[in-house]
């Protein structure tokens, strides 16, 4: 492996900005078995980190993935269980695109033991450094506050019907952090120009579930942003400044309200 399989800066304040679908590497083993459409990386949460700059400058940790979730997912559970059970939904090791493109040129997705070879290579060490992170933090402040930066087109036919609203809260219906904090992002996000929704397509992934545990401290709200709001859905996907100067007051507001909400507990 080239490099390391996450990124951290650690900061000062109660919050993690975690951003485990940013990662735009792919593998010098894996690439001469990829198609084109794998290799144009589409379904990467592009931007993240630039978008959330501003939570870094203010003293928050950031922790993110390097690698593409092609090469594995770490916002799945490591046993390969769906997180929307009857639902179209992407896997551990995705074998297609968000468009049902496959992946694979020969259409030779991973072995089961080549799964368990990156899930002990990539997933883990990601999983290591932000519960690393947040035990961190953990040992500062009472309470530590994990935000789940996503982004996705704004339609995927595969994946949901119609126009996704263009931010979604996930806090896996409710489970995930305290209610004040929940209701904190929600009342930023109805006082935005945003459409909206709380805990409805995407209520949280492997990360928002597995690490939310509220009554121990640890509260993690996931946001699911159509990219469309701050980048150009179409390769090569660039950001587009202006648009994401109008998301980040908004963005600002739900951390800042989380935040006050969670240091009132
Ligand atoms: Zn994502």
Same mark, same amino acid.
């Not at 033991?113 to 519960?131: C, F, M, S, T």
């Given at each position: 492996? @080239?490099? $390391?399989?996450?990124?951290?800066?650690?900061?000062?304040?109660?919050?993690?900005? @975690?951003?485990?679908?940013?990662?735009?590497?792919?593998?010098?083993?894996?690439?001469?078995?990829?198609?084109?459409?794998?290799?144009?990386?589409?379904?990467?949460?592009?931007?993240?980190?630039?978008?959330?700059?501003?939570?870094?400058?203010?003293?928050?940790?950031?922790?993110?993935?390097?690698?593409?979730?092609?090469?594995?997912?770490?916002?799945? $559970?490591?046993?390969? @269980?769906?997180?929307?059970?009857?639902?179209?939904?992407?896997?551990?090791?995705?074998?297609?695109?968000?468009?049902?493109?496959?992946?694979?040129?020969?259409?030779?997705? $991973?072995?089961?033991?080549?799964?368990?070879?990156?899930?002990?290579?990539?997933?883990?060490?990601?999983?290591?450094?932000?519960?690393?992170?947040?035990?961190?933090?953990?040992?500062?402040?009472?309470?530590?506050?994990?935000?789940?930066?996503?982004?996705?087109?704004?339609?995927?036919?595969?994946?949901?019907?119609?126009?996704?609203?263009?931010?979604?809260?996930?806090?896996?219906?409710?489970? @995930?952090?305290?209610?004040?904090?929940?209701?904190?992002?929600?009342?930023?996000?109805?006082?935005?120009?945003?459409?909206?929704?709380?805990?409805?397509?995407?209520?949280?992934?492997?990360?928002?579930?597995?690490?939310?545990?509220?009554?121990?401290?640890?509260?993690?709200?996931?946001?699911?942003?159509?990219?469309?709001?701050?980048?150009?859905?179409?390769? $090569?996907?660039?950001?587009?400044?202006?648009?994401?100067?109008?998301?980040?007051?908004?963005?600002?507001?739900?951390?800042?309200?989380?935040?006050?909400?969670?240091?009132?507990?």
């Amino acid at each position: 492996m @080239s490099a $390391p399989v996450w990124k951290v800066t650690e900061g000062h304040l109660p919050l993690v900005i @975690s951003i485990p679908h940013g990662g735009e590497l792919l593998p010098d083993w894996l690439v001469p078995r990829l198609t084109p459409a794998a290799r144009e990386r589409a379904d990467t949460d592009w931007h993240m980190r630039r978008l959330y700059a501003f939570a870094a400058e203010q003293g928050a940790s950031v922790v993110e993935a390097s690698y593409s979730r092609y090469v594995i997912d770490v916002n799945r $559970p490591g046993d390969g @269980s769906s997180l929307y059970p009857g639902q179209a939904t992407t896997t551990l090791c995705p074998v297609e695109t968000f468009r049902g493109e496959p992946l694979y040129l020969q259409g030779d997705g $991973p072995s089961a033991g080549e799964i368990d070879v990156r899930k002990r290579e990539y997933w883990q060490p990601y999983h290591d450094a932000l519960a690393a992170e947040i035990a961190r933090l953990r040992g500062r402040h009472a309470n530590v506050l994990v935000w789940e930066a996503h982004s996705i087109a704004g339609v995927l036919p595969r994946l949901f019907d119609g126009k996704l609203p263009e931010l979604n809260i996930g806090t896996h219906g409710g489970a @995930s952090c305290a209610p004040a904090m929940r209701d904190a992002v929600i009342a930023a996000a109805a006082g935005s120009p945003f459409t909206w929704v709380a805990d409805g397509r995407f209520k949280g992934g492997h990360i928002t579930r597995h690490y939310g545990q509220p009554a121990r401290g640890v509260h993690t709200i996931q946001l699911e942003m159509v990219q469309a709001v701050y980048m150009d859905e179409q390769a $090569p996907f660039p950001y587009l400044p202006d648009a994401a100067e109008r998301v980040q007051p908004v963005l600002r507001d739900m951390l800042d309200g989380a935040l006050a909400a969670m240091a009132a507990l």
